[in-house]
């Protein structure tokens, strides 16, 4: 079984060799599953928080957990910058009982922190935003399949690594 994501005070993440050799090694196993793939987080809720849920990153999220069987749920944030600590864990703590991870986009680091801090699942800080470290992953998988068809395998073995 591959190792998990450092949880901690901040979010979900997949830093260092040993984690990374995990995604895509997992990875590579989601692209050869086939339509098994559509069951692998059958059952897994999961919640998008984004002020804007309409970009690109947003949609490569949802098409990559939707495509693995999971239910995305977008969520408004209704938090900021100057959200109270208490709304913050309230509202994170809720999170935690509805959804099995959750996946922040455009959200002040120090937000995302404070609600990995109290949700009690994993927390993905812009997991599929181009700027994310586990993207640059997609070119390790090699093959012939499109680099977009990669990174999507690569955000798919995150999720099933962290809610696994």
Same mark, same amino acid.
């Given at each position: 079984?591959?190792?998990g994501p450092r949880q901690g005070a901040t979010? &979900?993440?997949f830093s260092g060799p040993q984690e990374a050799a995990a995604l895509v090694l997992q990875a590579r196993a989601i692209a050869g599953a086939g339509d098994a793939a559509r069951r692998l987080m059958?059952?897994?809720k999961l919640a998008l928080l984004s002020p804007s849920p309409g970009d690109d990153s947003a949609s490569e999220f949802v098409q990559a957990a939707s495509a693995l069987g999971a239910h995305v749920s977008v969520v408004q944030p209704g938090l900021d910058a100057f959200s109270s600590a208490r709304q913050v864990e309230a509202t994170a703590r809720m999170l935690g009982q509805l959804y099995d991870a959750v996946e922040c986009q455009q959200l002040p680091a120090s937000l995302?922190?404070?609600i990995a801090r109290s949700a009690g699942i994993?927390?993905? &800080?812009g997991l599929a935003m181009a700027a994310h470290p586990t993207a640059a992953l997609a070119a390790e998988l090699g093959g012939d399949a499109p680099l977009a068809e990669r990174?999507?395998? #690569?955000?798919q073995a995150a %999720? %099933? #690594?962290a809610t696994g």
């Open positions: 079984m591959c190792p979010s &979900a993440e059958s059952g897994r995302v922190r404070l994993p927390v993905f &800080a990174r999507r395998c #690569i955000l %999720l %099933l #690594i």
